[in-house]
């Protein structure tokens, strides 16, 4: 069974860079026609979709995110791994990270991974 | 930018039948998706497609697209489907999100 890991600091300081990687499981995140996508929720808000990639590294960006975003995938470590820079308080999350069938449906999260933006 | 309408909040007796709505200009153009997340937990996909359930998802678990609306209903609703819904399409640029129902049992 394909599992999704987040990890990744919980807490950064603005104007700061937030890592985040997803690190796939149980299954190949190699070519399958799958994509592999970030997604947040703010504290008591609706979800937001950030950016997704392929196995092959073709990336597609929430243009809300688009100048500093960065998503990249590393199939020899089976993970895939998300950059936001000059983070600020709004950008206060759960971070999830999912298996989207581009670029439609996201069939399999991860459990999410708070982050916290303060100084 | 696209947006989706939902209901902030939709109440359902228990055993009786939910519905949830999800507005979008024309989006029967579009397909529908549908995701269950309960207090502290990530979304779980519960309709696909407009009308499609994945596996291991109930029966009572329904979709529906047509005109303006997407709509998810709920048969024989139980306690345990009380949880926050959110409807999601592609809408030709950019991954879109409703702003959340929440249901509850009564």
């Known amino acids: 069974q394909l599992l999704l890991q987040e990890s990744g600091p919980g807490l950064v300081k603005p104007s700061e860079t937030l890592s985040l990687t997803c690190n796939v499981s149980g299954g190949s995140i190699g070519p399958s026609g799958y994509y592999w996508g970030w997604l947040r929720q703010p504290p008591g808000k609706g979800l937001e979709w950030i950016a997704s990639?392929?196995?092959?590294?073709?990336?597609h960006y929430n243009p809300a995110f688009k100048s500093r975003v960065a998503i990249s995938v590393d199939t020899s470590k089976s993970h895939f791994a998300l950059k936001l820079s000059s983070v600020a308080a709004a950008d206060t999350a759960v971070y999830f990270c999912a298996r989207q069938l581009w670029p439609e449906k996201f069939d399999l999260w991860g459990q999410g991974t708070q982050v916290i933006v303060a100084s | 930018s696209y947006e989706l309408t939902q209901p902030l909040s939709v109440s359902v007796t228990l055993g009786q039948t939910a519905r949830i709505t999800c507005g979008g200009d024309n989006i029967e153009k579009t397909n529908a998706h549908w995701y269950q997340q309960k207090a502290g937990q990530a979304p779980v996909l519960v309709i696909y497609?407009?009308?499609n359930r994945p596996s291991g998802i109930p029966e009572r678990f329904a979709g529906s697209n047509s005109g303006n609306t997407a709509t998810l209903t709920i048969s024989g609703a139980q306690a345990g489907d009380e949880a926050d819904y959110f409807c999601q399409v592609w809408d030709g640029s950019t991954v879109v999100f409703g702003g959340g129902t929440k249901l509850t049992v009564l």
């Open positions: 497609r407009d009308d």
């Open positions: 990639i392929s196995s092959t590294a073709n990336s």
